[in-house]
């Protein structure tokens, strides 16, 4: 594991300390919404170290804040969560290949760390022990940065009441967006990304909250027969 930490280069590391940075604001913001709805700072903080989800921790704390049954909630976050399969198939290509294959506590733990972000600065490296130490830094970062950021917003939540007067909820897309849009120089990616948009936007009025980007991973299989043509 130590030999993979001499691969990352000065600018993935700037990048997923970045990103880590933006996971802590917002993990101020979902720690201060779970306070103001109840939630004991035990409870805050094992939902943001055992699911590391944000999108689902925020609906989960919403639908019980609502008045909701813990059975809808946990229903809720795993549907919100079910996008991770797709990352998982993407994260396995580079983690269980050659000698780092993975076994037991190894693969329990990369299981745990593949998401959103972990996945797409591990997408953007070039080799495969590249992508590998990639997805573990940004990975191990984000799993301690999201709960110090709830252990904190725990602590503001007797405070500030409203979380979205801070504006911190803004960091995390941006930052986001600003990782995606290197990669949409390819045509075939910006043509998934256009095709994704536009079925995220029309599905939204009809879907769950939250659950309109599933829908939108059809795109990849929409663009995959024009994969050639528009190279």
């Known amino acids: 594991m130590r030999s993979l930490w001499r691969t990352v280069d000065r600018e993935t590391l700037r990048v997923s300390v970045l990103i880590c940075l933006s996971v802590a604001i917002v993990g101020v913001s979902y720690g201060v919404t ?12 094992a939902l943001a170290v055992l699911v590391l989800g944000a999108s689902s921790e925020f609906l989960f704390i919403g639908i019980i804040a609502a008045g909701g049954s813990a059975l809808a909630a946990v229903a809720a976050g795993l549907l919100i969560n079910s996008r991770n399969f797709a990352y998982g198939l993407s994260a396995g290509s580079f983690l269980d290949r050659g000698r780092h294959r993975g076994s037991g506590w190894r693969k329990m733990v990369g299981a745990h760390l593949v998401n959103d972000e972990s996945v797409a600065v591990a997408m953007a490296q070039a080799t495969v022990k590249q992508k590998r130490a990639a997805f573990w830094l940004c990975g191990i970062g984000i799993a301690v940065a999201w709960p110090i950021g709830a252990l904190l917003g725990g602590l503001l939540g007797s405070v500030v009441q409203d ?6 909820d803004a960091a995390f897309p941006v930052v986001i967006l600003a990782l995606v849009l290197p990669a949409l120089r390819e045509r075939v990616t910006l043509l998934a990304a256009v095709v994704g948009a536009a079925v995220a936007v029309a599905a939204s009025p009809f879907l769950p909250p939250g659950t309109a980007p599933l829908v939108a991973l059809l795109s990849i299989a929409v663009t995959i027969p024009f994969r050639e043509k528009v190279r």
């Open 34 to 45: 779970a306070g103001s709805a109840g939630f004991s700072m035990w409870q805050l903080l």
């Open 163 to 168: 979380p979205g007067a801070l504006g911190l």
